[in-house]
C-alpha cells in the first residue's frame, strides 16, 4: 500500500494477557517509530529502528513492552501481562533517513491500533 | 513530564478567523520544530515545520513563528475553514535524538460555520 499499515485496528484484551501490534511501514522507509497517545494527551515515544543500528528503547515504560523490527521492515509490538494503563491508541510512523545528505523529517503515521485492556 | 507545552488545550473559531495555538520549551539542544494535524480516526500528519535559524515560515494559510531566545513557537492558521477542525500537536526534537519527537499535549481546534 501506500501508506504505512496497521494490524489490528482495534484490540480488546483481558488484563494480564499478552498481545502483538504490526505495523508494515512504507516501503523503502529506513526508520520505524512506535508512539503511544493516551485519551485526550499527546504522543509519547516508544522506540525507534533506524536500519540496522541498535533501536532507541528509550521510551519503552517498562520491561512488559518490547519490539522487533524483522527483515529491516514489518515492526511488531509486544506487550506482557496488559494492564488497564495500557490502554491507549497505539501509533506506527515510518521515514526514510539517507546517510549523509540532508535527511527528509517527515513522519509518515499510520492510523493506530486502538487498544482497550479490560 | 512534557519537555514541550502547548496551550490552550481547544479553541473555538469562527470561519475566516485566525487561530493561533502556541508551545513552549526549556531544552535548547532542540533543533527542529514541526506542527502535526491529526483528524479522528487517523494517525498525525505533518503540517509544516521550521528549524532555529528562521523567525518565520509561512505555507499557505499557515505560518510558524519562532522566538529562539524566548524558546517559544506558535502555529497560525489564517482564514480559518471548517475542514482546519481537528488536534493540533507542536513537536521539538533534539540533534542527538534524531528519531524521538517530543510532543505537546495537542490543541483540538474548532472552526464554527
Known amino acids: 500500500g501506500a501508506g504505512v499499515s496497521q494490524s489490528p485496528s482495534n484490540k480488546v484484551t483481558e488484563k494480564g494477557k499478552d498481545v502483538e501490534l504490526r505495523c508494515d511501514p512504507i516501503?523503502?522507509?529506513?526508520?520505524l517509530y512506535w508512539y503511544r497517545q493516551s485519551l485526550g494527551q499527546g504522543l509519547e515515544f516508544l522506540i525507534y529502528?533506524?536500519?540496522?543500528?541498535?533501536?532507541?528503547k528509550s521510551g519503552l515504560p517498562s520491561d512488559r513492552f518490547s519490539a522487533e523490527r524483522t527483515g529491516g521492515s514489518v515492526s511488531t509490538l509486544t506487550i506482557q501481562r496488559t494492564q488497564q494503563e495500557d490502554s491507549a491508541v497505539y501509533l506506527c510512523?515510518?521515514?526514510?533517513?539517507?546517510?549523509?545528505?540532508?535527511?527528509?523529517?517527515?513522519?509518515?503515521f499510520g492510523s493506530g491500533t486502538q487498544l482497550s485492556v479490560l | 513530564q512534557q519537555q514541550v507545552k502547548q496551550s490552550p488545550q481547544s479553541l473555538i473559531v469562527q470561519k475566516g478567523g485566525i487561530s493561533i495555538i502556541n508551545c513552549a520549551y526549556e531544552n535548547t539542544a532542540f533543533d527542529y520544530f514541526p506542527w502535526y494535524q491529526q483528524f479522528p480516526g487517523k494517525g498525525p500528519a505533518l503540517l509544516i515545520a521550521i528549524r532555529p535559524d528562521v523567525s518565520e515560515k509561512k505555507e499557505g494559510r499557515f505560518t510558524i513563528s519562532f522566538n529562539k531566545s524566548a524558546k517559544q513557537f506558535s502555529l497560525h492558521i489564517m482564514d480559518s475553514q471548517p475542514g482546519d477542525s481537528a488536534t493540533y500537536f507542536c513537536a521539538a526534537r533534539a540533534t542527538d535524538s534524531w528519531g524521538k519527537l517530543q510532543f505537546g499535549a495537542g490543541t483540538q481546534v474548532v472552526v464554527t460555520p
Open positions: 529502528f533506524q536500519g540496522n543500528s541498535a533501536p532507541d
Open positions: 516501503s523503502g522507509h529506513t526508520a
Open positions: 510512523a515510518s521515514s526514510l533517513r539517507l546517510r549523509g545528505r540532508a535527511a527528509n523529517e517527515k513522519l509518515f
